[in-house]
C-alpha cells in the first residue's frame, strides 16, 4: 500500500492518527497492508505475530501504532470504507444510472471481502457510527441525482438501498456472471416503472 494511498484511506473523521515521520508513516502502511491480507486470510483472529513479521517491524512497532487487535482492525475497516467513499466521488463523475450502479457494484464488493472485520466490530462504536455516515454520505448524492433524473423510485432510501445490496453481498455465488446477474436484478428493483 503506497504512502499517498494510506493517506487518503485514514480520514479525520475516523479518530485514527497516521505517523508524522516517514519511517514511521512507511511502518504504519506496511501494518495496515499487512494486517488486510492476514484478516482475509485467517479472520480478525490472525496472529499479531504474524501481521508484524509480514510488515517487516517489530511487534512493538505493530503496538505503538495500534495498542490493541480492535484499533487496528479498525484501522483496516477505515482504510476500506474511505476507499468506498473515493469511489462514490468517481462514480459521480458518470451518469446518473451509472453512477449509482457503479457505486453499489464497488459496495457488494466491500461488504462482500470486509464482513469478517464489520462482525468483530462493535457496530456501535464512534468509529463505525462515522464509517456509516461516510458510506451514506458518499452513496445518497449519487441516489438522489438519480432520483431527481427520474431513473430511481422515490420511495427508496439509501438505508433501503444499502441494506438491500448488503444481503446480495453475502451471497456465494457460481461465478462472476451470476453475480452481475444478481446485482442487475436488485438494481432494478429501484427504477422507475
Known sequence: MSSTTT???LPAWS???RPQR???RRNFD???AAARDAFAEHGTEASLEDIARRAGVGIG???RNFPTRTALIEAVYVAEVEKL???????AKLEPWTGL???FDRFVDYVGTKKVL???LNKESSVLVSCRGAMYGAGTPLLERAQQAGLVRRDVSIQDAVRLMSGIAGIAFDDTAQRERIIALALDGLRVR
Open 30 to 32: 506496511a501494518l495496515l
Open 15 to 17: 479518530g485514527i492518527q
Open 118 to 120: 464489520l462482525e468483530s
Open 22 to 24: 516517514s519511517d514511521a
Open 101 to 103: 450502479t457503479t457505486w
Open 61 to 63: 512497532t505493530l503496538y
Open 7 to 9: 493517506e487518503a484511506t
Open 85 to 91: 467513499v473515493a469511489a462514490g466521488t468517481e462514480a
